[in-house]
């Protein structure tokens, strides 16, 4: 009889520890964190929210989150833009280049390393060995740089290579998933990359019945934004990039 | 090119000036007035006419063109934030996803939070109200928000009573708003007392003072 009330003792004990795994786990998995677009002005990684302004970076330490806490400023330079981190990199779009940190001390970036181009407005995107730039020249940008899309190999992040660029005629948001590499052109719509050979890009698809701000790729669906809707495609197969609805921004 | 055309019409004044006064000057004396200084006074003349002339329409005519205007609130407008019913996207910001929701904001207005538990059929839940907000983050069920220059932190597991849980002064240097970014023309001039700018409009401004 002893045996029986041990035993269901045990499994008692071990559903409370399942359940309590489960909920650890729960609590310590990435997803917990929301994902941005390419035009994005912060960024959390783990328990920091890194911040950009005109000039300098602003770290707070959200360990507690409902109560950051500021940790440090870094001054960047000149026209800071965006922000996008990749493991323990940031990767910072401004209007005269990109900068690099290191953030393997998360409240002290180190070596901005720069890649440097002529003025316009640049977002960028990157993962382990390539970052993903555009540029565009015009009007409301302080350019008259031609427009287009920069691949940077960044496996020696200490010395930025650019290894392939392309004319785009108004190239805006970016992101990538997959060896698909989605590029916003504004009233021209969206093209689809295959970046397999980054200095080869081959276009898969080019959606020009849209009008394009940025994107969010994830797990096969892609979000794109214009100022008119919200779109979704799927891109899961990439050889049949289909769209799956339309939000229109007007009630 | 102000400072040049200033000079000029004083020193086309001046010239004018001394014509004037040798004009009145030599008139009692003889009536046979040289003839050199008459020329010269009617150029002179003349070419002040012209100067002021093409000043006129700057000082006195409203010189109209289209720009932007700043929106001024009081700093208790500014920091109400609250949640509420779905509406339009009229001026799309930035986007933001933590599946199943995606977060559409308004430029300077706060962002829609669109259900999209269904892809093929997202709809719009909410929309929060944090004025100048450009930029959001979330972790958890925390919302990272700036606000008119401060970062919010609102507790959003609840959407139809989104609350702030934390505000840090100053994330971002009021400088920032003292001209619009990411934009080339003219705009209205900043006046601080006027309250804290949340936005910029298109508007039609009468001889702007304020251009980058």
């Known amino acids: 009889m002893n045996k029986i009330y041990f035993h269901i003792w045990a499994i008692c004990c071990l559903c409370f520890l399942a359940a309590s795994c489960q909920k650890d786990s729960a609590s310590e998995s990435p997803n917990h964190i929301g994902e941005g677009g390419s035009m994005a002005r912060?960024?959390?990684?783990?328990?920091?929210l890194y911040s950009v302004d005109n000039t300098t970076l602003h770290i707070y330490n959200i360990s507690q989150a409902n109560q950051p806490v500021w940790a440090a400023n870094v001054d960047i330079g000149r026209g800071i833009e965006t922000i996008f981190s990749y493991n323990n990199y940031l990767f910072i779009g401004s209007t005269d280049g990109m900068y690099i940190y290191d953030i393997s001390n998360p409240t002290n970036p180190a070596n901005g390393i720069s890649f440097e181009h002529a003025t316009s407005c640049d977002p960028v995107v990157a993962n382990d060995s390539l970052a993903f730039i555009t540029l565009r020249g015009g009007g409301d940008c302080n350019s008259f740089v031609e427009s287009g899309l920069y691949i940077v190999d960044i496996t020696n992040i200490n010395n930025p290579q650019e290894i392939y660029y392309q004319y785009m005629y108004s190239p805006y948001g970016l992101g990538y998933d997959n060896q698909l590499l989605f590029v916003c052109e504004g009233s021209h719509g969206l093209s689809v990359f295959d970046y397999t050979d980054p200095q080869n890009l081959i276009e898969v698809e080019h959606i020009t019945d849209i009008n394009t701000r940025d994107v969010i790729p994830q797990d096969g669906n892609l979000l794109v934004v214009g100022p008119e809707a919200l779109y979704q495609y799927s891109y899961a197969n990439p050889d049949s990039i289909y769209q799956i609805s339309t939000l229109q921004y007007d009630l | 090119m102000e400072a040049t055309s200033t000079l000029l019409s004083a020193l086309l004044a001046y010239q004018h000036y001394r014509c004037t006064t040798l004009l009145?000057?030599?008139?009692?004396?003889?009536?046979?007035?040289?003839?050199?200084?008459?020329?010269?006074?009617?150029?002179?003349?003349?070419?002040?006419?012209?100067?002021?002339?093409?000043?006129?329409?700057?000082?006195e005519e409203p010189n109209t063109v289209s720009g932007l205007q700043p929106v001024y609130v009081t700093p208790a407008e500014a920091h109400h934030i609250y949640a509420g019913p779905p509406r339009d996207i009229v001026k799309l910001g930035k986007i933001y996803t933590k599946p199943p929701l995606i977060y559409l904001n308004e430029s300077g207005m706060g962002v829609h939070v669109v259900d999209n538990s269904n892809p093929s059929n997202p709809h719009r839940?909410?929309?929060?109200?944090?004025?100048?907000?450009?930029?959001?983050?979330?972790?958890?069920?925390?919302?990272?928000?700036d606000n008119a220059g401060d970062l919010v932190t609102l507790?959003?597991?609840?959407?139809?009573?989104?609350?702030?849980?934390n505000r840090i002064a100053n994330l971002y240097p009021l400088t920032q708003s003292a001209y619009p970014l990411d934009y080339n023309g003219y705009f209205e001039c900043v006046d601080s007392t006027k309250g804290i700018i949340v936005g910029w409009i298109p508007a039609t401004l009468e001889d702007p003072k304020c251009f980058r």
């Open chain 2, 125 to 145: 839940i909410a929309f929060i109200n944090i004025p100048g907000n450009q930029d959001i983050a979330i972790k958890n069920n925390y919302l990272y928000a």
């Open chain 1, 42 to 48: 912060f960024t959390i990684v783990n328990n920091y």
């Open chain 2, 155 to 165: 507790d959003i597991s609840n959407l139809e009573n989104v609350v702030e849980v």
């Open chain 2, 24 to 59: 009145f000057l030599n008139l009692p004396k003889t009536k046979n007035m040289s003839k050199i200084p008459a020329i010269l006074l009617a150029c002179s003349g003349l070419l002040l006419l012209l100067v002021w002339s093409a000043c006129i329409p700057e000082t």
